[in-house]
């Protein structure tokens, strides 16, 4: 009888190729597949590209806006026999890029050509990746957009896109007609509502009222040469000059507390609380006391415009709650020194302060008193005099923010030799350009009160 060979029969044999193929699928796909380990890190390759990209393009549209501010600004010296400024400096050559963020791409070497908008990732980024240098419209990244909106896309091997950034400036956002400004106001139980515009000084020319309601109006500075120094006398009061400009600029609505969006075209140079505590009555032709119920009224600026204005006084508006960032040409006509001195102070309903509210007005040479009161202001925003680099003057300019919980600005380090100033010492601190006594007076609930000198937050009697 014959031993027995021992051996793998043909049917064990193909059971462990299956087994083998089936193991082989598995692995495959685990480094592989959509979740697999191979895609995992390929995928994070490509995020960690893009994130770069991002970053990148970020901190390059930042410099853009810094350049764009402040390199045609020159020196800025204050004309005594004006008052007004007067920017000397010639504009240097390579200010021309700054027509748009491409432009400013295209001298920085970090896109291809304004038309493709292809970026070169490696100048852009400051360092080699492998993703986004692809040639053709492959695996590459692309700026486009026009002026205030921007997008970058990323094509991948396939030609398919990826928006990873994407920024939207104050130009991309439609005020319609920028020559007018807009406000938001309250027609209280007499319907009455005064505009803040004084009549001397506010507007030239022709401006037309849009009351909101279906009213329009126009205003010519004629109107007011037929009304100056009119003598009225109303309920046996103490006979004043008429005010002629409110008496054009005034509105009865029919309906009681509500809102409307009032909308005002034309050259105006001023904004003043005060014009809506009087105005002369449309049939009697006297003037007529309305102390406080007009700035009462006030309860948004929607739109500043581009109207020339040159001076913002809002003070004691106490339901102002809220008002817009500027375009960038609202505020470059303010005046330096009183151009927002007071200008919300006493507005006891203001919640927040835009961040760009001052960027585009490097004129300003004092703050003193703006936010004065603003007992509802939680925060000050830490960029919002960074464009503002000639202030002289500080002085009171968040007093009696009671609400205020962030961090103060820290204004004084702009004091040369700020440190070797002793914080307690108020002596110090005096006669120091900016000059910031009691900037932060009563702001106890700033985080960073302890570190604001004595002299930037001592009360003054009153």
């Not at 204050?78 to 000397?88: L, N, P």
């Not at 007499?190 to 205003?219: C, H, K, M, Q, R």
């Not at 505590?277 to 600026?301: A, F, M, W």
């Not at 007005?361 to 202001?377: H, N």
Request: proline share 2%; glycine share 8%.
């Amino acid at each position: 009888m014959k031993g027995k060979q021992k051996g793998i029969t043909l049917i064990a044999l193909v059971i462990t190729i299956i087994v083998l193929l089936i193991l082989a699928g598995v692995s495959i796909a685990t480094l592989t597949g959509q979740n697999g380990v191979l895609t995992q890190a390929n995928n994070a390759k490509i995020a960690q590209a893009h994130g770069n990209v991002k970053d990148s393009m970020a901190l390059a549209y930042n410099e853009y806006q810094l350049e764009k501010q402040t390199q045609n600004v020159g020196k800025i010296e204050k004309v005594a026999s004006t008052s007004k400024i007067e920017i000397k400096g010639k504009r240097k050559n390579y200010l021309a890029r700054l027509d748009t963020f491409l432009d400013f791409l295209l001298d920085k070497g970090y896109i291809e050509s304004k038309e493709t908008g292809k970026i070169i990732v490696d100048k852009l980024t400051g360092a080699h990746q492998v993703i986004g240098n692809g040639k053709g419209e492959t695996d590459i990244y692309k700026i486009e957009g026009t002026e205030g909106t921007y997008k970058v896309k990323y094509y991948n091997n396939q030609g398919s896109e990826e928006e990873i950034w994407t920024v939207t400036g104050d130009e991309s956002k439609p005020q319609g007609n920028t020559k007018s400004i807009k406000m938001i106001v309250n027609s209280g139980e007499d319907g009455l509502v005064l505009l803040p515009f004084d009549y001397e000084i506010s507007y030239t020319g022709t401006i037309t009222i849009n009351w909101g309601d279906g009213a329009t109006e126009e205003v010519t500075d004629e109107n007011v040469a037929t009304s100056k120094g009119k003598i009225a006398s109303i309920n046996n009061s103490v006979k004043v000059a008429a005010r002629a400009y409110a008496t054009e600029c005034y509105h009865i609505y029919e309906g009681k507390n509500k809102e409307f969006e009032v909308e005002i075209e034309g050259k105006i140079t001023e904004i003043n609380s005060s014009a809506c505590t009087r105005y002369k009555n449309k049939e009697t032709g006297y003037s007529v006391d309305y102390i406080d119920e007009g700035r009462e009224k006030i309860l948004e600026i929607t739109q500043w415009g581009e109207t020339g204005l040159e001076e913002v006084h809002l003070s004691e508006c106490t339901n102002l709650r809220k008002i817009a960032s500027p375009s960038k040409n609202s505020f470059i006509n303010i005046d330096p020194e009183y151009g927002f001195g007071s200008a919300f102070s006493g507005c006891t309903s203001l919640t927040e302060i835009p961040a760009d509210l001052f960027s585009n007005c490097p004129q300003i040479t004092s703050f003193e008193r703006t936010f004065y009161a603003c007992r509802t202001l939680t925060e000050i925003p830490q960029t919002l005099f960074d464009n503002c680099l000639n202030v002289e003057s500080f002085s009171h300019t968040f007093e009696g923010c009671t609400g205020l919980t962030g961090n103060a600005i820290p204004l004084w380090e702009r004091i040369e030799g700020y440190e070797n100033l002793d914080l307690n010492i108020e002596s110090d601190w005096e006669n120091k350009i900016p000059n910031g006594i009691s900037c932060y007076a009563s702001c106890e609930g700033l985080k960073n009160y302890n570190l604001i000198p004595i002299y930037w937050k001592k009360r003054l009697p009153i």
